[in-house]
């Protein structure tokens, strides 16, 4: 299946400090990719859908101005958590989609944050 | 409201046991369901099923569609320690949006 990478796997930051975290698609070319939440025990949560050359959906509830995704080329979309806080501490993952209507989608690792 | 409903929400069985693991769900125009599992990190493919009956296979997993119904079931048989994980159901929907469900833990005992 195809790769999506993403970086950095885990990450540590002072609060009020900002994250920037890549996801790649490796070998394929991604128009949408997603960017996902994960709390403990519990399902993702979809936070924006980012489409390659256009501003980014983000879900009911997501603060644009606090998790800003950019997806400037088919290959890479960054989310950069701003100004973190304890409370942005979570497992974020992306994941992209290829060109094709029914949509089989590929992850991320993920990444682990963590505000101090 | 798009919904996907797994259930059930946890299951602990021994090692050699057979599983059926449920997901129903609500979309405004259904494209594929798709099946995840997720040890500790993010989830790896399982399956994707756009398609009624047609029963889909790996080894000891295998899934199923039904679109008039709106349920899907991944059996896992021989079960083993390995299996346990967070199995994911998703649908892709006409709003090309992937709608998780909230997940079936299974743990399997040695």
């Known amino acids: 299946g195809a790769v999506v990478s993403q970086h950095p796997s885990w990450v540590i930051c002072k609060s009020g400090t900002s994250v920037k975290i890549e996801c790649r698609s490796l070998?394929?070319?991604?128009?949408?990719m997603f960017w996902y939440r994960q709390f403990p025990k519990q399902s993702l949560m979809l936070m924006a859908t980012s489409n390659e050359g256009s501003k980014a959906t983000y879900e009911q509830g997501v603060e644009k101005d606090k998790f800003l995704i950019n997806h400037a080329s088919l290959t890479l979309s960054t989310l950069t958590v701003t100004s973190a806080h304890p409370e942005d501490s979570s497992f974020y993952i992306c994941s992209a989609r290829e060109s094709s209507w029914t949509g089989e989608l590929f992850f991320g690792e993920g990444s682990r944050l963590t505000v101090l | 409201e798009d919904k996907v409903v797994q259930s059930p929400l946890s299951l602990v069985v021994h090692e050699g046991d057979t599983v059926t693991l449920n997901c129903s769900y609500e979309v405004t125009n259904f494209r594929s369901l798709l099946w995840y599992k997720q040890e500790k990190k993010a989830p790896t493919f399982l399956f994707m099923l756009t398609s009624s009956g047609i029963e889909k296979k790996s080894g000891r997993l295998s899934s199923i569609l039904d679109k008039k119904e709106l349920f899907s079931i991944l059996n896992i048989t021989a079960t083993q320690t390995g299996d346990s994980a967070i199995y994911l159901c998703?649908?892709?929907?006409?709003?090309?949006?992937?709608?998780f469900g909230t997940g079936t833990r299974l743990k399997v005992l040695a």
């Open positions: 998703a649908v892709f929907s006409g709003t090309y949006k992937y709608i």
């Open positions: 070998d394929f070319q991604a128009t949408t």
